[in-house]
């Protein structure tokens, strides 16, 4: 399996149904990249009216993601659980070595009765 440390990413600019929409696309240190819609898109000249971005201050809401990234505040993992009978076979899982609580934050069932269970970081309220 291979390991990745560097968090990084950009920023692009998407024409949607109601406008321009800024996105940040990055990846986290374990690999998986993420792509997260910041907001609509400021094209007028002048300071932007609220809610809207510029690139530059995209560039910054996306400086801000990398940093929680890097520090280990975002952290997500999902699992399909499909009904099978069997038993025996390898571990899905590696061991646990260090505690890292989660918390259910999306659920899905199919028509297959295939399951999707996505967690993420539960932060402590000391942090």
Do not use: C, N
Not at 77 to 86: I, Q, S
Not at 105 to 119: A, K, L, M, P, Q
């Amino acid at each position: 399996m291979f390991q990745f440390e560097q968090v990084s990413g950009h920023v692009f600019r998407r024409e949607g149904a109601r406008g321009p929409v800024w996105y940040a696309k990055y990846r986290l240190a374990d690999g998986q990249q993420v792509q997260k819609r910041i907001g609509p898109a400021w094209t007028q000249r002048g300071r932007p009216a609220d809610g809207y971005f510029t690139k530059r201050s995209a560039e910054g809401r996306l400086r801000e993601l990398l940093e929680q990234a890097r520090q280990g505040l975002i952290v997500r993992t999902g699992v399909l659980f499909v009904p099978v009978v069997g038993g025996g076979g390898t571990s899905f899982l590696p061991p646990v070595t260090e505690e890292t609580p989660l918390g259910l934050i999306e659920t899905r069932t199919f028509g297959s009765h295939v399951i999707y269970e996505r967690y993420g970081r539960v932060r402590d309220e000391s942090e």
